[in-house]
């Protein structure tokens, strides 16, 4: 009966053993006795060292260095069979053992593995620091930027010192544009307890109205470290709608329509409605539009446009969004067209007419002829930007224009700018162009009496005057494309206009978000009027004779 226990194993190996032992011994004991009768008869034999060995003599020393090789073979065997069944055995007791004992946190040796240099660094440098740990500052102080207030003014009233107001705003410099901090936005202070119970300072927090948080943290005390977190939103499907009785922009937002919602529903109309001059108390405005909203369920001032009316004096504007088959996204009218301004800037960012377009006595020529251009005065260098998207079709030197580039904004409007001082190195012929792209330098070259961009508008291949055009874009989708919008269109005016309205009423602004955009009322000033002493005889006569 075979058992599995180690005090059997252990008594079967004994066993076997003592039988090799005794098997061995027999054996060595016949060897000596043939070795013994070889002996005997190699001695009785003539030896001589003239003859060779004999054949007998040398399977002697064979068969002996045989039974040496075979007895230490079995040994070694036999040892070798023992320390590996006494391992086996020491093991399986070991995993006996452990496995009877009841499970402990007991931390698990350390096992070093060949690493290359780069990564026995790595270790050690996180063997020697730790793990990272955030700290967190033992008290925080919020403030809220205020009419006519900065972000140095309220550090300052955190009890921040100049030097540290200094590293602050050039940390935040990094990750935020300052000038976009508004009124409204919030301000957190973080500071650490010391052993002298004086507070020190450990970050300061910009927190937007859209949920962005930018943050300065000390690292070293010269040192301050940026960082953006952004917020986690979700997207709501909504409609809004108001009477103008004062500025679009203010009457837009308290009806709920993010800020930059607005934005794109000035850029949608631009061309056909003037935001500033056409609306009228009364019009009406209507939008459909995706809106954000952060964790806390506020909203973080952020959406996308999907439909928008403007109503004036009896008119209806609308404008839809549509992405075409080429992923191309747009705003179009009801009839499928873009109907938006061709130019939505000027080429100079600050333009300073010089000359208008029409008859003009030429400076350099010294008779009247006629000026097919607009030229603006600025200083050599100055960027001349793209005013529209377009496509670059003449990029040459000399002549009287100098320096010159022609763009064409689509089949029916150009324009050209002359007397650079240089191309932007991007621009040559056949190059796509936004609004806003750079496509050259203000220079002098040419027939030019000074530093000026000369400017034309080319329609049709006549020149007119850039000044008093309001041109909009002309593109018109056809075929399946514009079958497709007109499925779109219907379908968003049915959820829009239809007994039962698809989408949530946008919630109107709050009072205070009211008074964050617009500001407290400020005082009037009340005009004092200085007295002037009355200038008497006496004083007069005084100031004849020189008294």
């Known amino acids: ?31 000596g006795d043939k070795a013994a009768d070889l002996v005997a008869d190699d001695m009785e034999s003539e030896f001589s060292f003239d003859r060779p060995k004999s054949p007998r003599f040398r399977s002697l020393q064979m068969f ?10 079995v040994f070694g065997a036999v040892k070798y069979s023992a320390a590996h069944n006494s391992a086996e055995d020491a093991a399986a007791a070991l995993i006996q053992e452990r ?18 240099d780069a990564a026995t660094e790595e270790a050690e440098t996180v063997a020697e620091t730790g793990p990272e740990q955030t700290v967190v500052p033992d008290s925080t102080e919020s403030f809220t930027l205020k009419p006519r207030q900065n972000l140095s003014v309220v550090l300052k009233q955190g009890g921040l010192t100049s030097r540290e107001i ?38 300061v927090t910009v927190e937007d109205r859209h949920g962005n948080r930018y943050t300065a943290t000390r690292v070293e005390p010269e ?25 679009f922009v203010t009457n837009a937002k308290q009806s709920g329509i993010p800020t930059n919602v607005i934005q794109q529903i000035v850029w949608a109309f631009d061309g056909p409605v003037d935001f500033s001059r056409d609306l009228r108390k009364g019009d009406t405005f209507t939008a459909v539009f995706q809106k954000e909203y952060n964790k ?52 100079l960012k600050k333009p300073r ?13 010294g008779y009247t002829i006629m000026h097919w251009g607009t030229d603006f005065g600025a200083p050599v260098g100055t960027p001349i930007r793209a005013p529209g998207e377009g496509t670059i079709t003449q990029v040459k030197r000399g002549g009287s224009y100098g320096l010159y580039i022609q763009i064409k904004h689509n089949s029916e409007y150009s324009t050209a700018y002359a007397h650079m001082s240089e191309f932007h190195k991007n621009s040559k012929v056949g190059r796509k162009v936004k609004a806003g792209d750079i496509i050259g330098y203000v220079g002098n070259t040419g027939r030019s009496t000074g530093p000026h961009l000369h400017w034309e508008l080319i329609k049709n291949g006549k020149k007119i005057s850039a000044t008093t055009q ?78």
């Open 99 to 116: 496995a009877a004992e009841k499970q402990t946190l007991t931390p698990v040796a350390r096992i070093d593995l060949p690493l290359d």
């Open 223 to 247: 040192v301050f470290t940026a960082s953006l977190t952004e917020p986690e939103v979700d997207l709501k499907t909504e409609y809004a709608s108001g009477v103008i009785d004062g500025a």
């Open 166 to 203: 200094y590293l602050v705003t050039e940390s935040l410099g990094e990750v935020l544009d300052l000038k976009r901090i508004q009124v409204g936005d919030k301000v957190e202070i973080g500071k650490l307890n010391t052993e002298t119970d004086e507070k020190s300072l450990l970050c």
């Open 296 to 347: 806390d369920g506020a909203p973080t001032g952020n959406g996308a446009l999907l439909y928008a009316e403007i109503g004036t004096r009896g008119k209806k504007h609308e404008r839809y969004l549509y992405k075409d088959s080429q992923d191309r996204e747009d705003y179009y009218d009801e009839t499928g067209k873009i109907a938006r301004k061709l130019f939505t800037m000027h080429p």
């Open 1 to 31: 009966m075979q058992t599995n226990s180690p005090a059997g194993r252990e008594q079967a190996q004994a066993n076997c053993l003592g039988r090799i032992l005794r098997s061995t011994k027999a054996l060595i004991d016949q060897i």
């Open 353 to 365: 007419l010089t000359s208008k377009f029409g008859q003009r006595k030429h400076p350099i020529l």
């Open 470 to 547: 309001r041109i909009t874009a002309q593109r018109k989708l056809k075929g399946e494309e514009l079958e497709r919008f007109y499925a779109e269109r219907d379908r968003i005016r049915e959820n829009v206009t239809g007994d039962e309205i698809a989408y949530a009423k946008a919630e109107a602004l709050p009072e205070a978000r009211k008074m964050a955009y617009q500001g407290e009322p400020k005082p009037k000033k009340v005009a004092k009027r200085k007295t002037r002493p009355q200038k008497t005889a006496a004083r007069i006569t005084r100031r004849r004779s020189g008294g």
């Open 64 to 73: 002996l260095a045989g039974t040496v090789i075979g007895a230490g073979t």
